[in-house]
């Protein structure tokens, strides 16, 4: 992906707020990584994380977070205090690392999560946890590949060789609203005529050939 979730000044307070809940959650309220991952998905702070909304990225630690998360889907307050951290955790890392990973690809973490266990990602904690997180979100770009096949969209525009960035410009829509359709995010068959018109000039396709087959 081309468009970042959210504004990058906030990235590094939100990989590390992720993988303060994952470590807090983990190591201090025996939380396994997975469970808390799904509480946290099926939390109103997810999609707050996801468009890198203030109030959760930067405006609470990873202790209030998880505690929060915990808090709303299990309807306890946690009682377990934060012990300090003299070394980030193999679930510090798994955290840090899938806010990367969301953040660089725009993906929801639900689509992550289909990509993707928890133990998957500690999985590969021995081998990638000291190289950068782009080592990781690669790795993560491909297991989506294969679990979320691309849309005809997508496959025309790899075809043509271009890039979103590209095809929206040669099409005149918004780089976002494209990776949107490509991502079926935004149903391209619902689009207006005009918008699929112009992808299909820019590609050099029919209109039909844009659209997707019906179920």
Known sequence: METSAYAENRLA??????????????????????VFFDRFRASSFCAEFERGSPRVVSGMSGVELA????????????????RPAFARSPEFW???????????????????????????????????????????????????????????????????????RALAARAGIGLRSLQMYEQRRKDVNRAEARTVRALALALGCRMEDVLEAAP
């Open 67 to 82: 505690r929060a998360v915990l808090r709303e889907t299990e309807g306890r307050e946690p009682a377990a205090p934060s």
């Open 94 to 164: 798994c955290g840090w690392v899938l806010a990367y990973a969301q953040w660089r690809s725009g993906r929801r973490f639900s689509e992550l999560r289909r990509a993707m266990s928890c133990a998957d990602v500690l999985a590969l904690y021995p081998v990638l946890h000291e190289a950068g997180p782009d080592t990781f979100a690669d790795r993560m770009d491909e297991r989506l590949a294969r679990v979320l096949p691309g849309t005809r969209l997508s496959r025309l525009r790899a075809a043509a060789g271009l890039t979103q």
């Open 13 to 34: 307070g939100a990989m590390t707020a992720l993988g303060d809940a994952f470590d807090y959650a983990a190591n201090d309220c025996a939380v396994p990584p997975d």
